[in-house]
């Protein structure tokens, strides 16, 4: 009796061990599916955050040629802008050029009258005064235009502002000085209209 009692014992054991074996490798598998599954997960994150760097910097990259085209875009607009007023402000200045350019000779034909009056013979006073009144009225309305009359006679020669008719030795003067004028110069806000014609001592 107690041989065949203990027969089934052992067989119990023998299962029990198996059992727990079988159960031991069944685990020891899953863990190790588990292991290689977040092994993978954290591959992909790597993966994935190796692409979102890429995309990052690519679109840092962007940014920065948009805000240069920006930047670029901005200063033109402004060099365009500055261009324009410039213009305008030009065109204000010098939009009477061409009409002083036709007055000024009127301005001549009084002063060579004025000169020949004043050289002829007789009592021309009167004359010579309401003429020289005239010339005066027509400077000062020219001058509030900002239009400036150039006289250079004892200046030196300055070929930006006048043109030489002749030259002529004089040791009196020093050389390349203004020792006539044939015809006054005339400017318009700084600028030349009319060069002034003038005799230049060698």
Do not use: C, W
Not at 19 to 29: H, N, R
Not at 97 to 103: G, P, Q, R, S, T
Not at 109 to 128: C, D, F, P, T, Y
Not at 138 to 154: H, M, T
């Amino acid at each position: 009796m107690t041989v065949e009692n203990n027969k089934p014992e052992e067989q119990v054991e023998d299962v029990t061990v198996e059992t727990a074996a079988q159960e031991a490798v069944a685990e020891e598998q899953q863990a190790e599916q588990v292991e290689e599954a977040v092994v993978d997960a954290l591959e992909g994150t790597v993966e994935t955050g190796d692409d979102l760097a890429q995309q990052l910097e690519a679109m840092t990259e962007e940014m920065a040629k948009v805000k240069d085209q920006a930047l670029r875009a901005v200063a033109e607009a402004q060099n365009i802008k500055r261009r324009a007023e410039q213009d305008v402000e030009k065109a204000h200045k010098f939009a009477l050029e061409k009409f002083v350019d036709a007055l000024v000779p009127v301005v001549d034909s009084l002063e060579k009258g004025i000169e020949s009056a004043e050289q002829a013979e007789g009592a021309h006073e009167a004359l010579v005064e309401g003429m020289n009144l005239t010339l005066k009225q027509f400077l000062d309305a020219l001058g509030r235009f900002k239009v400036e009359q150039e006289n250079p006679e004892g200046q030196p020669f300055d070929p930006n502002f006048h043109q030489a008719m002749s030259m002529i030795p004089n040791p009196d003067v020093e050389p390349n000085t203004v020792l006539n004028v044939f015809q006054k110069g005339y400017k318009l806000n700084g600028r030349l209209v009319r060069p002034a014609m003038v005799v230049v001592s060698k």
